[in-house]
């Protein structure tokens, strides 16, 4: 039997969302979370200091260790605040009409990603 090596980050609102920059969703509840949530981890973890904290080194080519992830989740909770409010409005506009060029360029990469390249 093989070991799975999926990296899995845990994210929820209690810690990883402030009230402030949840209140776009709160009228109506749950629409655009589920897309807001994963906008937010994907600018989180491409981050230029995200991906410092967790040992991305260009000058050397040293990669960024994805088991440091979860640990910086935490450490820069709530991500929303680490990420911004400008970026978090454009996150809860995309995320509340389903489209825009940041949720574009994240649907783009996941399909690079399932097809493997």
């Not at 994210?11 to 629409?31: Q, V």
């Not at 088991?67 to 909770?77: D, G, K, W, Y």
């Not at 709530?78 to 574009?104: N, R, T, W, Y």
């Amino acid at each position: 039997m093989s070991e799975d090596k999926t990296l899995q980050i845990n994210l929820d609102f209690n810690t990883n969302w402030c009230a402030r920059h949840l209140e776009p969703f709160r009228e109506n509840w749950p629409h655009g979370v589920a897309t807001a949530m994963m906008l937010l981890l994907h600018l989180f973890v491409r981050d230029e200091r995200t991906l410092k904290m967790a040992g991305y080194a260009p000058e050397s080519d040293k990669n960024a260790n994805p088991e440091h992830l979860q640990a910086l989740v935490i450490e820069c909770s709530p991500l929303c605040c680490f990420i911004g409010d400008e970026k978090m409005e454009q996150v809860a506009s995309e995320a509340l009409a389903g489209h825009g060029p940041m949720l574009d360029e994240f649907k783009e990469q996941q399909r690079k990603i399932e097809k493997g390249s």
